[in-house]
């Protein structure tokens, strides 16, 4: 099924949400942890540069407040490729996207083809999963923004963010985005040049689109990108 037509979850959030962490379930299933790795060395061997980290999935999630717990990649991966797996693991792994607005609109990128997750699809600009990364004592959703911004599109400045405004959760996958705006004062040509220059393989297209022309774009977007059009239209 189109992931842009399936029925996704849509939370409206404070902007000051607060952010909780508990200990994580255990898998004493063995049958259970058979299939995980099974699943995570075959795509190892397709994809050989995966990293095993830590990602953050949700116990709990209000319009104040959200709840969760650290637990392996190789668990949410599983999740999404085994319909089996994802019965009986029931993670809800949390993401950060945002609409990133520049002087001449908004930038949207298209998902590599190579993505495990949604290939070629359009989004809102930066989104990735949340990350244990080295250094963090606490969950810092900006800060996590942030650094997808620098991994994705090649920009560590001159911008500012707020949110999150909404929480919106794949139907399938369960999935949680949590959406952001990222404003910046660069021009659509000083950002294709950074993400060129520096940017990871996660979009094979930049385009940037007037706030007047967004309405036709809905169609095409994610779901998640389309609440944020839809919610910072001025």
Same mark, same amino acid.
């Given at each position: 099924?189109?992931?842009?037509?399936?029925?996704?979850?849509?939370?409206?959030?404070?902007?000051?949400? =607060?952010?909780?962490? !508990?200990?994580?379930?255990?898998?004493?299933?063995?049958?259970?942890?058979? #299939?995980?790795?099974?699943? /995570?060395?075959?795509?190892?061997?397709?994809?050989?540069? +995966?990293?095993?980290?830590?990602?953050?999935?949700?116990?709990?999630?209000?319009?104040?407040?959200?709840?969760?717990? /650290?637990?392996?990649?190789?668990?949410?991966?599983?999740?999404?490729?085994? $319909?089996?797996?994802?019965?009986? %693991?029931?993670?809800?792994?949390?993401?950060?996207?945002? %609409?990133?607005?520049?002087?001449? #609109?908004?930038?949207? #990128?298209?998902?590599?083809?190579?993505?495990?997750? +949604? $290939?070629?699809y359009w989004q809102g600009v930066p989104a990735g999963s949340v990350e244990a990364r080295p250094?963090?004592?606490?969950?810092?959703?900006?800060?996590?923004?942030?650094?997808?911004?620098?991994?994705?599109?090649?920009?560590?400045?001159?911008?500012?963010?707020?949110?999150?405004?909404?929480?919106?959760? !794949?139907?399938?996958?369960?999935?949680?985005?949590?959406?952001?705006?990222?404003?910046?004062?660069?021009?659509?040509?000083?950002?294709?040049?950074? /993400?060129? =220059?520096?940017?990871?393989?996660?979009?094979?297209? %930049?385009?940037?689109?007037?706030?007047?022309?967004?309405?036709?774009?809905?169609?095409?977007? *994610? $779901?998640?990108?389309? =609440?944020?059009?839809?919610? *910072?239209? $001025?």
């Amino acid at each position: 099924m189109n992931p842009i037509t399936q029925n996704w979850t849509l939370t409206t959030l404070s902007s000051d949400i =607060a952010v909780t962490c !508990h200990e994580p379930p255990t898998v004493s299933d063995r049958v259970l942890e058979q #299939g995980i790795e099974a699943i /995570w060395q075959e795509t190892r061997q397709k994809h050989p540069g +995966l990293y095993n980290g830590r990602v953050f999935c949700l116990s709990d999630l209000t319009e104040n407040t959200l709840s969760g717990f /650290w637990c392996e990649y190789r668990w949410v991966l599983a999740q999404m490729r085994s $319909p089996e797996l994802a019965a009986q %693991l029931r993670l809800r792994s949390l993401a950060v996207t945002a %609409l990133l607005i520049c002087p001449e #609109g908004v930038v949207l #990128g298209r998902r590599n083809p190579k993505s495990l997750y +949604l $290939p070629g699809y359009w989004q809102g600009v930066p989104a990735g999963s949340v990350e244990a990364r080295p250094g963090d004592k606490t969950i810092d959703l900006k800060a996590q923004l942030l650094a997808e911004l620098e991994e994705e599109i090649g920009l560590g400045e001159a911008v500012s963010i707020s949110g999150p405004f909404l929480a919106c959760e !794949h139907d399938t996958t369960h999935i949680v985005d949590l959406g952001f705006a990222i404003r910046t004062s660069l021009g659509f040509a000083a950002i294709q040049t950074a /993400w060129r =220059a520096r940017a990871n393989d996660e979009y094979d297209a %930049l385009e940037c689109h007037p706030w007047h022309e967004i309405a036709p774009l809905t169609s095409r977007v *994610l $779901p998640t990108t389309r =609440a944020l059009l839809e919610r *910072l239209a $001025p």
